[in-house]
């Protein structure tokens, strides 16, 4: 499971969305709570777009 891996980029989206104080912290739990969510349909999108075909970890990550 993800575990704080993304707290700064919700953080610094929340702040910028105008979030204080009881807010900030009541809107980042309920935004960190659907991470796991998204990554897992960001990756079952991927895999679907594959088409079955395999990849390396170098492939996937190469920045190239």
């Known amino acids: 499971m993800v575990t704080g891996e993304f ?3 919700i953080l610094e ?3 910028r969305q105008g979030y204080t104080g009881e807010d900030l912290l009541n809107e980042f739990k309920k935004m960190r709570a659907k991470v796991p969510a998204a990554l897992e ?4 999108d991927l895999i679907a777009q594959s088409k079955g ?3 390396s970890m170098e492939e996937v ?3 190239e």
């Open 41 to 44: 349909k960001m990756f079952d």
């Open 53 to 55: 075909e395999s990849y």
């Open 61 to 63: 990550f190469d920045s």
């Open 7 to 9: 707290d700064e980029e």
């Open 13 to 15: 989206d929340l702040i």
